[in-house]
C-alpha cells in the first residue's frame, strides 16, 4: 500500500485563513468567538458562535451568481490548498484528482429557502436553482467543477467526524490505487437550523447557570459553541508527491476508528480509547513514540471526561503525553473539525509549538493539558488526532512530521 | 496479495415488496410498482406516480418498535433480511462487535427535517429530535445499535450513485484490513422536499418511465433500500457463509463538468467503467452483462449506451445490458444498492431482469436492453453503473464466487 502525504492545506477558520495567519493565530491564543447578531438569538441563552468574518466572496476563485456559505467554504479552502500545494491542475492531472468531503449539515441555508417556496407556493413554485444547490454534496460537486477534480470523488456526512471520514476514506482510496492525488478535509457553515437543534437538544454552552463560552477538559465546561469553518488537504501518494517535487507537510501514518456502544462516559471512552489504539498499531508505533494528542474535547461533559479516561488508559505506566484542544479557538467546526485538527498538528510541526486549551484553568482529570500558552516541542514525534462525534463515533489519526 | 471481498446476504424494500425474493420475482415477471403516491398529496408535481413503499408493505415486515421515520424504516428492514441471510447473528459476541457498516443517503430523514423546518419556519415550538432523525448518519446509528456492531461506520452521500459507492467503500475497508464484515447499504425515502426539486428540475417525465426507448421523456423516483453483507472471502469461508458472488472492484469519479447536465460526450463514465474494470483486475471481454443506471431521462441514456460501448467495444452489442428503474423507480441512494442485488440475482439465477416500458429502438441507444421480459443468459461477471446529480459516476464488478479458486 502506498504511504499518504500531506502536500497542501487549505484552512478557513474563525481565527484565520491560510494555514500561515492560522498558525500564527493559534499560537498567539487568539479566539473566534463573537456575539451573534440574528434576531433568533436574542431569546436563548447561547448567543455566541465562531463565525469567518471575511466576506466570501474575498474567499472565493470566482464569482457566482449564488451560492451556499458551505459550498463557498468548500471551495475556499480547495483553492488554498491547491495554491499552498502549488499544483496546477492541468488535463492530465485532472484524472487523477479526485475530493473526498464532508459535512453534517451540508447547505441548510439553501434547503430551508426551498423549502419556503414549497411550503407558501407549492411543488409548481419551487426553486430548482435552489434545489441543485441543496444536496448533501453539491460542495464537493461544484469543487470539481471548480478545480477540475475529475478523480475519485466521496461526499461523507456523519456529524462531527464527517470531515475525518473524508480523510479516511481519501487516505484508503489513495493506498488501493483509485486515484494519485486527492482533496480530502471538511466544511460547516454556520446556519439556523443547525444551531437551534443543539440548542434546543442541550448540547451548546451554557447547558447551566455558568457563563458561555468552550472549556474544554474544564471542571467547569458547560458544552460547546457552535463553530464553523473548513479545511481541505491535498493528499497524494508519495510517488506522485515525489513525482512533481512537492514538499510535504506530513504523512498520514496510520487511521483508527471505532464506534461507542452508547453514549455515556465509559462506553465512549472504550471506543475513543480503540480508535487510538488501532491508528497505533496502524502506523507501527507505541503511544511513547507520540508528540502530543490533538484532541477532540469541546467542552462536553460526556465527550472531554470520555477522551480524558482513554488517553489516561492509553498511557497508563508511561509518562504523560502533552494534549491540547484547539476548540476553544475555533469553535465546534462539526464535519470541518478533524481536517482542523490535523491542520493544527502541521501547525506545530512549523512553529515548533504545541498550542495551548484555551479558557481551561482546572482540567477535569489528571491529563496533561497544556494551558496557558503554547508549549514549545522539537516537532521530530508524530501527532495522535482525535475526532469524536456526540454520538460516539470516533476517528484518530496519526500525523507524522516530514 | 489482496484481500477478496465476497457478498454474503442481502437485502431490500421497494415498491415491489419487502424482502429479496419479492423484488426479483417482481423483476422477473416484469412488474411494475410504480403507482400514484398516498403518503402525501402529489398535485403539483409533474407526475403524480412514484414507486412507493405501500403501507401493506410495511404492515407484512417486522416493523420495530420506535418511532423512526421511513428513512430510517428502510434501511433497518434490508440490513434486517441482510443480516438474517448472512447469518451474522450467529457471529461470536466479540466479532459481531467488529462488524462495519457503510450506508448512503441523498436526503436523509427527509420528511422529519421537513416538519423541524415548518415548525421553525411558522414560528412554533421546535423539537431537536427531529433534525436529529434527519441527520444522515441516524440510520447508522439505529442499525449498529439495534444489532450490537459497533465496528467502522461511515455515511456517504454521494447523491444517486450513493448506493454503489457505499458498496465500493466497504470494499475499501476489507481490502485495507479494517473489517472483516461490513454492510453496505443505500436508502430513501420520497418526500415533498426531494420530489418537489427533482420535479422541477425536469428529471421527471409527466409521462410513463421508458429507459433507452425513443420517446424516453425523464424518470420516475422510488423509495426503499437494499442492503449487502460484504466479507472477505477468508473470513466467510471460515464461518461456512454461502456466498453469493465476489466484489472484484469498483471506480468513484466526477465528469466536473455541471451540477445537472451530463458529461461531455460520456467522458466521465468511460472512465469510472474502465476504472472499476483495472480495479477488479477484469478485461472488457469477459463483461457479460451490463445493469445500467438507465435512468429514461432524454440525456443520461445515450451517454450511458455511448460510453458503454466506448470501454466494450463490439462486447458492447454481444451483452444484455437492461435497467430496472422502470420496475421500482429510481430509488435515488437506494438505487445502486438494490441494482447490485439485482445484478447478483442475474450472476446466481442465470437470468437477466428486462428494461420495462421499452417499445421503440432509438438509434442513439442500439444495444440490447432485454426489452420487457426477462431472459434465460449465463453471467459470469457483471457491472452495475450508477450516476448522480453534481456529475458523479460510480461502477463496480461483481462476479460469479469460483469457489476459491485464484
Redesign the interface.
Known amino acids: ?1 502506498h504511504r499518504v502525504a500531506i502536500t497542501g492545506v487549505g484552512i478557513v477558520t474563525a481565527i484565520g485563513v491560510g494555514v500561515e495567519e492560522f498558525s500564527h493565530a493559534l499560537m498567539a491564543c487568539k479566539c473566534g468567538a463573537v456575539e451573534l447578531q440574528e434576531e433568533f438569538v436574542k431569546p436563548l441563552r447561547s448567543k455566541t458562535a465562531y463565525r469567518i468574518a471575511t466576506p466570501m466572496e474575498q474567499l472565493l476563485p470566482t464569482q457566482k451568481a449564488y451560492i451556499d456559505r458551505c459550498s463557498a467554504l468548500t471551495l475556499a479552502s480547495c483553492w488554498l490548498a491547491l495554491n499552498d500545494a502549488r499544483l496546477v491542475v492541468t488535463d492530465e492531472v ?2 487523477n484528482l ?2 473526498c468531503h464532508g459535512t ?1 449539515y ?1 447547505c441548510q441555508d439553501s ?2 429557502i ?3 417556496r ?2 407558501k407556493r ?3 413554485y ?3 436553482i435552489m ?2 444547490h ?5 460542495p ?3 469543487a ?2 471548480e ?13 462531527m467526524v464527517s470531515g475525518m ?1 473524508a480523510v ?2 481519501g487516505t ?2 489513495l ?2 490505487s ?1 486515484s494519485k492525488r486527492l482533496l480530502a478535509g471538511g466544511s460547516e457553515a454556520f446556519s ?3 444551531f ?6 442541550g448540547e451548546l454552552s451554557p447547558r447551566d447557570e455558568g457563563i458561555e463560552q468552550m472549556r474544554p477538559f474544564d471542571n467547569s465546561r458547560n458544552g460547546w459553541v457552535m463553530g464553523e469553518g473548513a479545511c481541505m488537504l491535498l493528499l497524494e501518494t508519495e510517488e506522485a508527491a515525489l513525482e512533481r517535487d512537492a514538499d510535504v507537510h506530513a504523512y498520514i501514518s496510520g ?1 483508527g ?5 452508547s453514549v455515556n462516559v465509559d462506553d465512549m471512552a472504550d ?1 475513543i480509547y480503540e480508535s487510538m489504539a488501532k491508528s497505533l498499531s496502524a502506523a507501527h508505533i507505541e503511544p511513547s513514540e507520540i508528540g502530543w494528542i490533538c484532541a477532540s474535547a469541546n467542552g462536553s461533559p460526556v465527550i472531554d471526561e470520555a477522551e480524558a479516561l482513554a488517553i489516561l488508559r492509553l498511557y497508563e505506566g508511561r509518562e504523560n503525553v502533552p494534549v491540547s484542544s484547539i476548540k476553544a479557538a475555533v469553535g465546534e467546526t462539526i464535519g470541518a473539525s478533524g481536517p482542523i485538527n490535523i491542520c493544527a498538528a502541521i501547525a506545530s510541526f512549523k512553529t515548533k509549538s504545541i498550542p495551548p486549551t484555551l479558557f481551561s484553568s482546572e482540567p477535569c482529570m489528571d491529563v496533561r493539558i497544556v494551558t496557558g500558552k503554547p508549549m514549545s516541542w522539537d516537532a521530530a514525534k508524530p501527532v495522535l488526532v482525535n475526532c469524536v462525534d456526540k ?3 470516533a476517528i484518530s489519526v496519526i500525523i507524522a512530521p516530514p | 496479495m489482496r484481500k477478496r471481498v465476497v457478498v454474503t446476504g442481502m437485502g431490500a424494500i421497494t415498491c415491489l415488496g419487502y424482502g429479496v425474493k419479492a423484488l426479483w420475482e417482481g423483476l422477473i415477471e416484469g412488474r411494475s410498482g410504480i403507482s400514484r403516491i398516498t403518503r402525501f398529496d402529489p398535485t403539483g408535481l409533474r407526475n403524480e406516480q412514484a414507486g412507493e413503499v405501500k403501507e401493506e408493505v410495511l404492515l407484512s415486515a417486522p416493523l420495530p418498535d420506535e418511532d423512526i421515520d421511513e428513512a430510517t424504516l428502510f434501511a433497518y428492514l434490508a440490513c434486517l433480511e441482510a443480516v438474517n441471510d448472512a447469518g451474522l447473528l450467529e457471529l461470536s459476541d466479540e466479532e459481531r462487535l467488529k462488524v462495519g457498516l457503510v450506508f448512503s443517503t441523498n436526503f436523509g430523514g427527509a420528511s422529519r427535517w421537513e416538519e423541524f423546518a415548518s415548525q421553525w419556519l411558522s414560528g412554533e415550538q421546535i423539537d431537536a429530535v427531529l433534525f436529529e432523525q434527519f441527520e444522515f448518519d441516524f440510520p447508522t446509528r439505529y442499525v449498529a445499535h439495534k444489532f450490537g456492531f459497533f465496528g467502522p461506520s461511515i455515511t456517504l452521500s454521494n447523491s444517486c450513485s450513493s448506493g454503489t459507492s457505499a458498496i465500493g467503500v466497504a470494499i475499501d475497508l476489507i481490502r485495507s484490513g479494517i473489517s472483516d464484515v461490513v454492510i453496505a447499504e443505500g436508502h430513501d425515502m420520497l418526500s415533498k422536499f426531494a420530489l418537489g426539486g427533482l420535479s422541477i428540475l425536469g428529471t421527471i417525465t409527466p409521462e410513463m418511465i421508458r429507459p433507452f426507448d425513443k420517446r424516453r421523456s425523464g424518470t420516475i423516483f422510488g423509495e426503499g433500500a437494499g442492503a449487502l453483507v460484504l466479507e472477505s472471502e477468508e473470513h466467510a469461508r471460515r464461518r461456512g457463509a454461502k456466498i453469493y458472488a465476489e466484489a472484484m472492484g469498483y471506480a468513484l469519479n466526477s465528469n466536473a463538468y455541471h451540477l445537472t447536465a451530463p458529461g461531455k460526450g460520456g467522458e466521465g463514465m468511460i472512465r469510472v467503467i474502465m476504472g472499476a474494470l483495472k480495479d477488479a483486475q477484469v478485461a472488457p471481454q469477459q463483461v457479460d452483462y451490463i445493469n445500467a443506471h438507465g435512468t429514461g431521462t432524454q440525456l443520461h441514456d445515450p451517454e450511458e449506451t455511448f460510453a458503454i460501448k466506448s470501454v466494450l467495444g463490439s462486447r458492447a452489442y454481444e451483452i444484455p445490458v437492461s435497467s430496472i428503474k422502470a420496475a421500482v423507480g429510481h430509488v435515488m441512494a437506494g438505487a445502486g444498492s438494490v441494482e447490485a442485488i439485482a445484478t447478483i440475482k442475474a450472476i446466481n439465477e442465470g437470468i437477466v431482469p428486462p428494461t420495462l416500458n421499452y417499445e421503440e429502438p432509438d438509434p442513439e441507444c442500439d444495444l440490447d436492453y432485454v426489452p420487457n421480459k426477462a431472459r434465460e443468459h449465463k453471467v459470469n461477471i457483471a457491472i452495475s453503473i450508477s450516476a448522480g446529480i453534481g456529475g458523479n459516476n460510480s461502477a463496480l464488478v461483481l462476479a460469479r464466487y469460483n469457489g476459491g479458486e485464484k
Open positions: 500500500m485532472a484524472p479526485g475530493i453534517a451540508g434547503m430551508l426551498f423549502w419556503e414549497i411550503m407549492g411543488f409548481r419551487a426553486s430548482s434545489f441543485t441543496a444536496y448533501m454534496n453539491t464537493i460537486s461544484l470539481a467543477i478545480f477540475n477534480l475529475k478523480g475519485y470523488h466521496c461526499c461523507y456526512s456523519a456529524g471520514q479516511v476514506g484508503m482510496a493506498q488501493r483509485l439556523a437550523l443547525p437551534m437543534a443543539n440548542y434546543d437538544g487511521v476508528i471505532a464506534m461507542s456502544r471506543a454520538d460516539g463515533m
